[in-house]
């Protein structure tokens, strides 16, 4: 009886056991779908056969002892031989499950179902002047990932209690708040034994960063963050989830906050769609209160208006080059490859309409130096528009930008893409070796050498509309309307451009800036804030307006 015990009870109950193990420590789903279910598949057998062959040979080894040391051979008459019939059937029946098998997974090749992966992101034409509003410079994004984790640590480091707990994570999310670009992120424990010295509170704090004027708060919780990818066992996020939804797919995880500053988890979930295993898409989208750990399931049409990042990045550049590479088909992509094209090597984001777009350029397959376009792509509904631009790739436009400054040896960020005076233009900004931004520039995408650098955002854009006048690429300057406003200066400023004092004008009750050159007006040098004056100006982008005229009017 022991022997049996050992024999057909102890493998099967070592292999649950093992297998439990590995699904807490890896969780992966209970999906034959998913690579990490047969990975868990594999491990049990393998244990199964260790422990199998374990209880065998300790079972003989006991029949053994116990006989003493006579050890006697018993043989046993061999089975009977299965049918021939028996042996056909089975051999149908496995080249059958070996054909659907095959069928399956060549349905879900780009070769047998091009159409389908071509179709996976549909795109429409845009307008670009129209769809991209021209961005106020107050609201012209400058902060990067890398900048975000800088003005992190340094906001942490402010806080002596903090500091010596937890770590900014490196999640730094890009979303909208009341429609102004922000990165958040949250807190995590920096390890175990500061874990299990705070978990009882949770992660008190997250970052929040203006990513236009780099205002860093640290936002304190009236409760804590008690479900984060940094917890230990059961509250560990995705161990979490798992064992809610065992069968589900995760594909990315992102930290953003709703409009009364909740934090929130937002976990996409994908699916094939292709065939087996082809045509990777996000069908779900689970909402992780990161407070209370509530979870509600969304179909990807349900999603909250407030939600930003639902489709990951790399999942969209890929089913934007199957758009541009297969509309002709899966053999003209290799071999002909007419009108085949593919996306560029990099891509950022957009805050447009209080929405997340992703951009990126499009190139031709021959991977030249220009774009003949780009394409925007909605991070939470995968809306996506093809604006049709001729131009400089982005690292060429970055080159361009560095070689304005090569003498300081300023490394260029990736740029993102702005509409100046209804031309698409590359907005980058310029560090140094140390990572800290010490310069702007404006790159034309028509024509990158046409480049525009300053130390404040302001004079690098008034360099830029110098040099776009200066090719003509305005409209020329004979075109433009002229347009009066009287008022009192609130503030002045001055810089010098190309030699010449430029003076900077803003009047009480508004937002335009007016930029005069010296030349408009003998008075300009003693102008000062509270004198009345008449401007005659025309709008060149944004809220900057160009002064072709001043009169100073007596109080």
Known sequence: MKQVFIKRIIPPLVTLAAGAGYF???????????????????????????????????????????????VTVTVKKPRKS?????????????????????????????????SRYQMQLPVTD?????????????????????????????????????VSQFNVSSFFTQINVEEVPTRVSPLEYADFFKWFGNQSDGIPYYVKIDMATQTTE?????????????????????????????????????????????????????SYTIGLLGGKDITAVLLVNAVTGEVGKYDIGEVPQWIDRVFPAELIVKQADN?????????????????????????????????????????????????????LVNMRTKEAKFYQVNGA???????????????????AT??????????????????????????????????YQIVGVGDTIALAQQDYLRQLRSADLTGGEDTQETAEKTGRVESLGSAVLDGNTHYYIKLEGGED????????????????????????????????????DMEVISN
């Open 24 to 70: 807490y420590l890896f969780y992966p789903p209970i999906n034959p779908r998913a690579s990490g279910f047969w990975g868990m598949l594999l491990f049990m057998a393998l244990v199964f056969i260790v422990s199998f062959c374990f209880a065998r040979i300790r079972g003989g080894l006991a029949k053994i002892k116990e006989s003493g040391k006579k």
């Open 126 to 162: 845009g307008n670009f002047a129209l769809d991209i509003a021209e961005v106020p410079i107050s609201q012209v994004p400058v902060v990067d990932r890398d900048t975000a984790e800088r003005l992190g640590q340094r906001k942490i480091g402010e806080v002596v209690e903090l």
């Open 393 to 411: 790739k982005e690292y060429s436009a970055m080159d361009s930008a560095r070689g304005k400054v090569q003498e300081k040896g300023y490394s």
């Open 218 to 270: 640290l936002v304190e919780l009236s409760q804590g963050i008690k479900y984060s990818p940094s917890e230990y066992f059961n509250r560990k996020l995705e161990r979490y989830l798992r064992f809610k939804y065992p069968t589900l797919m995760f594909e990315e995880f992102s930290f953003e906050i709703d409009d009364e500053g909740n934090p929130f988890w937002v976990v996409s979930c994908y």
């Open 513 to 548: 800036v007016y930029i005069a050159p010296v030349s408009v007006s003998d008075y300009l040098p003693l102008l000062k804030a509270g004198d009345r004056v008449r401007l005659t100006y025309s709008k060149i982008a944004g809220e900057f307006g160009r002064v072709e």
């Open 82 to 114: 299965l049918s021939k019939k028996t042996v056909r059937i089975t051999l149908i029946v496995i080249g059958i499950a070996a054909v659907a098998l095959t069928a399956a997974l060549m349905s879900s090749t780009r070769l047998v179902s091009a």
């Open 414 to 447: 990736f740029p993102i893409l702005l509409n100046i005076g209804d031309m698409p233009t590359y907005f980058l900004s310029l560090k140094d070796d140390a990572g800290l931004v010490k310069a702007f520039a404006f790159v034309s995408v028509s024509n």
């Open 323 to 375: 758009w541009g590479s297969l509309g002709g088909g899966y053999w003209n992509s290799v071999f002909g490859q007419k009108g085949v094209t593919v996306t560029t090597e990099g891509y950022n984001y957009l805050a447009l309409n209080d929405d997340v777009w992703m951009y990126t350029g499009v190139t031709s397959v021959s991977q030249d130096e220009s774009n003949i376009g780009f394409l």
